[in-house]
C-alpha cells in the first residue's frame, strides 16, 4: 500500500490535507468556491446535452481517446516508482 501511495498512509493524508489547503486558500483568494465550481460544472453540462447527444458523444471519444494515453502513462508512472 505504502508503495502505491508513494509513502505511508499518514503522510500521503499530510501532504493532501497541507496541498488542499493551499487550494483552498487560492480559491478563497480568487473568489471561487466548490459549490460555485459545481453550478459551473452543472452548467457546463447542460449546455453540452443541450446542443444534443452528438455532441455528448463526441466528447466521449474524446475522453476515451485521452485515456487510451493518459491511464496507460499513469499506471507505468506507479509502477516504475513503486520499483524504487
Known amino acids: 500500500m505504502e508503495r502505491f501511495l508513494g509513502g505511508s ?12 489547503l493551499l487550494v483552498g486558500a487560492a480559491m478563497a483568494f480568487l473568489g471561487l468556491s466548490p459549490r460555485g465550481l459545481y453550478e459551473a460544472a452543472a452548467r457546463f453540462v447542460r449546455s453540452i446535452t443541450g446542443l444534443g447527444f452528438g455532441a455528448v458523444r463526441e466528447v466521449g471519444q474524446w475522453v476515451v481517446a485521452g485515456a487510451l494515453i493518459v491511464v496507460p502513462l499513469w499506471l507505468l508512472m506507479r509502477l516504475f516508482a513503486a520499483r524504487k
Do not use: A
Open 9 to 20: 498512509p499518514l503522510s500521503v493524508l499530510v501532504r493532501l490535507i497541507f496541498v488542499s
